[in-house]
């Protein structure tokens, strides 16, 4: 092969792989200008709080049933906003009229699933955070009570269908059907409750140790994983 061509096979490679794959959407063009803000103060940063920046969580689903899909975040330290699609990347803060705002503690993962099979799709979201109050670690479900003129409205059942789950510390929930039984099960992720310190680092290396059972890996988290088996 002449260099010339060479040169020129060489380019049009480098041009190929330079094509992106994905496109960025700017706020002004998508109207989602949910900023998931974490300010560290004396009190509260990643030394006193290790999961400081384990994050908030992001859900997405057909909502409303219009065939669209539409997008919930969940917060830190602000308000959860749930965005509606209205089509051609562009989505309506329905937040307020849907009451899903939440609690205002600090929030984790989102969980969307039909969680009482009335065909209108629910949210269930987790908390965890720096608090001594097991009341505001609890997490929150968010069962859809009809679609009034295309937003969905939502009441927070996490205690009455028990899975408040208070005093854990949730990272992410999943549902799915565990024992088979034709009801959705919650598999809940947990971390630690006792906060990491120097002192309990090892002043040596140790072997790392693999959790081979529940029981093993409870002895060393504090909060094991939970499966909650819905009864509706
Ligand atoms: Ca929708
Ligand atoms: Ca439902
Ligand atoms: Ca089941």
Request: glycine fraction near 10%; charge should be negative.
């Given at each position: 092969?002449?260099?010339?061509?060479?040169?020129?096979?060489?380019?049009?490679?480098?041009?190929?792989?330079?094509?992106?794959?994905?496109?960025?959407?700017?706020?002004?063009?998508?109207?989602?200008?949910?900023?998931?803000?974490?300010?560290?103060?004396?009190?509260?940063?990643?030394?006193?709080?290790?999961?400081?920046?384990?994050?908030?969580?992001?859900?997405?689903?057909?909502?409303?049933?219009?065939?669209?899909?539409?997008?919930?975040?969940?917060?830190n330290t602000g308000s959860c906003k749930l965005y509606l699609n209205k089509g051609n990347f562009r989505f309506e803060d329905v937040?307020?009229?849907?009451?899903?705002?939440?609690?205002?503690?600090?929030?984790?993962?989102?969980?969307?699933?039909?969680?009482?099979?009335?065909?209108?799709?629910?949210?269930?979201?987790?908390?965890?955070?720096?608090?001594?109050?097991?009341?505001?670690?609890?997490?929150?479900?968010?069962?859809?009570?009809?679609?009034?003129?295309?937003?969905?409205?939502?009441?927070?059942?996490?205690?009455?269908?028990?899975?408040?789950?208070?005093?854990?510390?949730?990272?992410?929930?999943?549902?799915?059907?565990?024992?088979?039984?034709?009801?959705?099960?919650?598999?809940?992720?947990?971390?630690?409750?006792?906060?990491?310190?120097?002192?309990?680092?090892?002043?040596?290396?140790?072997?790392?140790?693999?959790?081979?059972?529940?029981?093993?890996?409870?002895?060393?988290?504090?909060?094991?994983?939970?499966?909650?088996?819905?009864?509706?």
């Amino acid at each position: 092969m002449r260099p010339a061509l060479i040169i020129i096979v060489c380019l049009s490679a480098v041009r190929m792989h330079a094509q992106p794959l994905f496109t960025r959407m700017s706020e002004k063009q998508t109207g989602i200008s949910f900023l998931n803000k974490i300010e560290e103060d004396d009190s509260l940063n990643v030394m006193r709080y290790e999961y400081l920046y384990n994050g908030g969580g992001v859900g997405i689903a057909d909502l409303n049933n219009d065939g669209l899909d539409d997008i919930f975040f969940s917060s830190n330290t602000g308000s959860c906003k749930l965005y509606l699609n209205k089509g051609n990347f562009r989505f309506e803060d329905v937040t307020r009229l849907a009451h899903v705002g939440g609690n205002g503690t600090w929030c984790t993962g989102v969980s969307m699933a039909d969680v009482n099979g009335d065909g209108l799709m629910d949210i269930y979201v987790c908390h965890s955070g720096k608090y001594d109050d097991p009341i505001k670690l609890c997490n929150e479900l968010y069962i859809c009570q009809g679609i009034k003129e295309g937003i969905p409205v939502y009441k927070e059942m996490a205690k009455e269908y028990g899975l408040d789950a208070p005093g854990t510390q949730s990272t992410q929930a999943v549902f799915f059907d565990y024992d088979k039984d034709g009801d959705l099960d919650l598999f809940l992720l947990n971390h630690p409750t006792t906060p990491i310190t120097l002192i309990s680092i090892p002043a040596r290396p140790v072997r790392r140790r693999i959790c081979t059972s529940e029981t093993a890996c409870s002895a060393r988290t504090g909060t094991p994983p939970a499966i909650f088996n819905l009864q509706t």
